[in-house]
């Protein structure tokens, strides 16, 4: 498996996540979860992170996170060494505790931080641990909500300003927003991620890019890489969707929207007007195909061969 490509400049924002090596318990106690914040809290201080969101599960964990500094690496290096030296001399083992590198995505703040907040409290609701997010300790969604005292470096403001200026209404407000998905079936707001790199509009991807990526030196290690400076025209995707999928035709365009929003680097408003929808309905249809290809082999391996096909096979 590639490394994953890691992008980093001041004021990035981040949806981070660590899984346990061999998906194995990382947490096994209060005490552990207590220390693993103070890692947190320590990131902080020394290198300038800023949480906005987290969730602390038994095997795994999530982060949203801003980088003033343009740090990330540095960071995480801190928060799961710390970490693993703490969980290891305490058990008095050795070896890997996370499991490969930690994952980050680089995300559209204005776009999705209210998703990916929302996405983040409520997954032990999701992995059937509590019924209502503010029933489980280990997440910051008592500390949005008002039922504890977040501490200081926990910044709950960024999230909440998107909801008001005064903060006892915009606290109700992202209540109502967080629970309008309980016991509901949705979209992981993940699944519209780039290159297992990026989460944003199509202008945000090619900003990115141009500004970050492109005049990289190839490296067969970095996949994503690959990806973000070997975007296929639209045409390119059309003209090998239809010879491939036929005459199915609400299929052929599902399929092109998906391929398009995904590897084109094209803005949603030519994506739009290419196919005759508006902006937001570009990213709706590709999320929902992308849950699609998630669920249904069939449909998995006819986009794994239009990828071989475009030239993306080993992305």
Sequence with gaps: MG??????????????????????????????????????????????????????????????????????????????????????TKRKRSGHLFQGRFKAILIEADEYVTELSRYIHLNPVRAGMVKRPEEYPWSSYQDYVGERIAPEWLKTEFVLGYFGKKRSAAVGKYRKFVEDLLDKEYDSPLNAVVAAT????????????????DGKQMDRD????????????????????????????????????YLCHKYSGAKLKEIGERFGIGQSAVTQVSRRFAKQVDNDRTLRKLVEQLEGEIGLSNV
């Design 198 to 213: 990026m989460l944003g509009c199509a202008e945000f991807i090619q900003e990115i890019t141009e500004r970050h990526i």
């Design 222 to 257: 970095l996949p994503a890489l690959r990806t973000l400076t070997n975007r296929p025209s639209m045409d390119t995707i059309d003209q090998v969707v239809k010879s491939l999928v036929g005459a199915q035709a609400r299929l052929v365009e599902k399929t092109c929207i």
């Design 3 to 88: 490394r994953p490509l890691r992008i980093e400049f001041p004021g990035a924002h981040y949806h981070v996540t660590t899984r346990g090596n061999e998906r194995k318990e990382v947490f096994k106690s209060q005490r552990d979860r207590e220390k693993f914040l103070s890692y947190l809290e320590s990131a902080v201080m020394r290198y300038g992170a800023v949480i906005h969101a987290y969730c602390l599960l038994n095997n795994h964990y999530h982060l949203l996170m801003e980088t003033p500094s343009g740090n990330l690496s540095q960071i995480m290096q801190h928060i799961n060494g710390a970490y693993t030296n703490y969980f290891n």
